[in-house]
């Protein structure tokens, strides 16, 4: 069985950055290629996690909290989406490779809690899996 991708049918997704990414930090080479070294490492299901979170992010113009990020992916297809326990492990092994990193705590629109969400760490590590993913 193949996997639906993520991407059909959601090009604007993909449109220009917007204003808000503007005023990015400079990332040195060095961290942009040892992001590359460890993204290439890890499996597919951790990879839809990431490509996940930065389609949420572009969609929704906000980071996903885990809950919002299991909805997400299991509304769109993905595999490997069963429970929350099918994303939140991956989102701490992902944190402790440096992958993924939590940024404020806001309302979570699925639990009505206030918790954590989770970013893409640089703006050059979200424009490498928009690339990668095409």
């Known amino acids: ?3 639906t991708s993520l991407f059909i049918g959601q090009p604007e997704a993909f449109a220009e950055p917007t204003k808000e990414r503007r005023g ?3 990332v040195r080479d060095t961290s942009i290629e040892a992001y590359i070294e460890v993204f290439q490492t890890i499996s597919e299901r951790e990879r839809n ?5 930065q389609v949420y ?3 929704n113009e906000q ?4 809950y919002e990020l299991y909805q997400f992916m299991a509304n769109t297809g993905v595999k490997g989406t069963f429970d929350i326990n099918s994303v939140r492990p ?5 944190k ?3 992958l993924v990193e939590f940024t404020g705590k806001r309302k979570c629109s699925v639990t009505g809690k206030r ?5 893409i760490p640089t703006a050059a590590a979200q424009d490498y899996l928009i690339k990668e993913k095409h």
């Not at 980071?63 to 885990?66: I, K, L, S, Y």
């Open 115 to 119: 918790v954590y969400t989770w970013k």
């Open 1 to 3: 069985m193949t996997q």
């Open 63 to 66: 980071w996903p909290t885990a």
């Open 96 to 98: 402790d490779l440096y």
């Open 57 to 59: 992010r572009e969609l």
């Open 24 to 26: 990015r930090k400079r």
């Open 90 to 94: 991956i989102l701490t092994y992902m």
């Open 49 to 53: 996690v990431l490509f996940s979170i």
